[in-house]
């Protein structure tokens, strides 16, 4: 399975971003999504999470409200929209295919078994 995250960037504080995490070599529709991130000398966390069919979301308390995970599955690709983007949400950010259909209201790296290289989003002050 391959995972290509794109969208990352520069930003201003206040500012949006969309990330997107296109999958292939994999039955996408039939596994969760998540996106992670992992900010300079920190562990990696997670960020949000979506169900096989987009009926079920979780989030990170320090996201939400503000960031909105969404997937297309006749595109194969997941989303993550980033608004009101603050300077601690620098980070880089990781896509990744879970290991089974549905999502948990806390989710970790062992529920997901597939990463993307990473995409680096700046949020500036």
């Known amino acids: 399975v391959q995972l290509v995250e794109s969208g990352g960037g520069l930003v201003q504080a206040g500012g949006s971003l969309r990330l997107s995490c296109a999958v292939s070599?994999?039955?996408?529709?039939?596994?969760?999504m998540g996106w992670f991130r992992q900010a300079p000398g920190k562990d990696r966390e997670f960020v949000a999470a979506?169900?096989?069919?987009?009926?079920?979301?979780s989030y990170a308390d320090s996201v939400k409200g503000r960031f909105t995970i969404s997937r297309d599955n006749t595109k194969n690709t997941v989303y993550l929209q980033m608004n009101s983007l603050k300077p601690e949400d620098t980070a880089v950010y990781y896509c990744?295919?879970?290991?089974?259909?549905?999502?948990?209201?806390?989710?970790?790296?062992?529920?997901?078994?597939?990463w993307g290289q990473g995409t680096q989003v700046t949020v500036s002050s």
């Open positions: 990744a295919e879970g290991r089974s259909a549905n999502v948990n209201s806390r989710m970790f790296e062992d529920d997901f078994d597939s």
């Open positions: 979506i169900s096989w069919n987009g009926g079920s979301t």
């Open positions: 070599g994999r039955t996408f529709s039939i596994y969760a």
